[in-house]
Every structure is written in C-alpha cells, then in structure tokens.
C-alpha cells in the first residue's frame, strides 16, 4: 500500500511501522521473537495508551429508548402506588360505613324502645314517621301547658274554636266579617255571617290554609251590599 496516499486519503500523517522499531526485552534477544507477535503486542499496547471515542449506538439510532424507559417505569410505579392508596382508601371507608350503620342501628333500637314507652299504642313504622309524630306531641303538650289547649287535645271544644279564630284572625284587615252565629258539635262547626263584596273568597281561602281545619259544605248569597255566607268547617 502506497503510505503517501494512505496519509492523503484519511487526512492524518501515516509512517511505516515493523518489528525493527520495536525494543526487545533485554532478557529476550530481538532474534527470537517473531515480528508478526511483536506488532501484535505492539497495537494492543498502542490502544491502552490513547483515548478513543466510546461506541453507542442508542445515541444515534434510539436516542428516545432511554428516556421513554424511564417514563414507563416511572408510570408504572405511580399506577401501583396509586392503585395500593385507593385500595387503602376503599377499605378505610368501607370500615367507617360499617362502623356508623353500627350506632345508626344501635341508635334505631334504642329510639324504637323509648318511642313505645312515649307514644304508648303507637305503631313504629318508621324513624322519619316517629319523629313527626313525637314533634306534633310535642307542639300539643306545649299549646295544653299553655293554655291554648285543653288536655283533651284537637277534639276539645276550645281546640276547635282556636283553630276557628286563628282561620278567621289570617284574613285581611280590610275584609269587615260580621259572625253572626257559631255552632259548634263533636265534629263540625257551623258559621253564619257576612262579608263585604267578594269577603267570603277570602275567608274561605283561609279555612283551607289552616292545617287544622278542613272546609265543609259552604253557601253564600249577596244581599244589601254584602255576602250572606253559610259554612262548615271540619278537623282533618
């Protein structure tokens, strides 16, 4: 090979190299050691003593292999840690859930057994029942220490006849009532009177608003400048 060229070609100057260069050892004559050993020995030697550029090809072919690896990983190691706290989780509420429906139960019992005891004859049918019926009781107790009351409860006649006047007191100032008559019976009271023109409408109105009181038959007429009415008013 023509060493002028081989240096024109690869840019780098290039000189002969053979076994005549080489120092023996001096425990060894350079007559019995074959020249094609020594130029072996020689490149080996020759590469540890320089640096050379590391060879990777994932730089140039895979530059992303790396990092998308580490990106999985890393994913996955965030699923698992995810996946373990929402397992977590499930069975920390799942213990709660079970832990309140305890008292909640253990609550019902005991409110069952003390409702009998304060509604005594009175049917459990639920909680939310029981409690609106414990609440009216309640209001009643109230209304009887009171006085609006009497002990007989709602079917008294002074019960009826506040729940009458509370009716009656609900409609506007500016309708004149005149009662000329009130019946009053076991179950029914009958009212007769007047109103001024379309006063009746108002009065009527107020008998069905009131939550104690249910309107019966009625009857009216006008007559002088004024509504003649007839009415019966029940308990619901």
């Known amino acids: 090979m023509n060493i002028a060229e081989l240096g024109q070609s690869v840019s780098v100057s290039v000189e002969p190299f053979g076994a005549e260069q080489v120092i023996a050892s001096a425990n060894e ?8 050993d020594i130029i072996i020995a020689a490149g080996a030697a020759a590469g540890l003593l320089t640096k ?18 580490i990106l ?17 989780l499930g069975i920390y509420l799942h213990i709660q859930y079970y832990k309140a429906n305890g008292v909640r139960n253990r ?10 005891i304060a509604m005594p004859g009175g049917k459990f049918l639920s909680s939310k029942d029981s409690v609106g019926k414990l609440k009216r009781e309640i209001n009643r107790i109230k209304d009887v220490k009171s006085g609006l009351l009497s002990a007989a409860g709602d079917d008294s006649v002074e019960a009826k006849l506040t729940f009458l006047f ?7 100032k500016s309708i004149d009532i005149e009662i000329e008559k009130i019946a009053v019976t076991t179950k ?29 038959q009625s009857a009216y007429q ?4 004024r509504d003649q009415f007839r009415l019966t ?3 619901k």
């Open 188 to 216: 029914t009271r009958n009212i007769t009177g007047s109103t001024s023109t379309r006063g009746y409408l108002e009065l009527f109105g107020a008998i069905d608003k009131h939550p104690k009181l249910a309107r019966g």
């Open 52 to 69: 050379c550029d590391k060879v990777d090809f994932r730089p140039d072919f895979m530059p992303y292999q790396g990092k998308r690896a």
């Open 29 to 36: 004559p350079s007559a019995e050691i074959d020249s094609l």
């Open 72 to 88: 999985e990983k890393a994913v996955k190691m965030m699923s698992f840690c995810l996946l373990a706290m929402f397992i977590a």
């Open 233 to 235: 008013v029940d308990l």
């Open 107 to 116: 609550l019902k019992d005991k409110f069952k057994s003390e409702y009998s």
């Open 222 to 225: 006008s007559k002088d400048n």
């Open 166 to 172: 509370e009716a009656i007191n609900s409609v506007p």
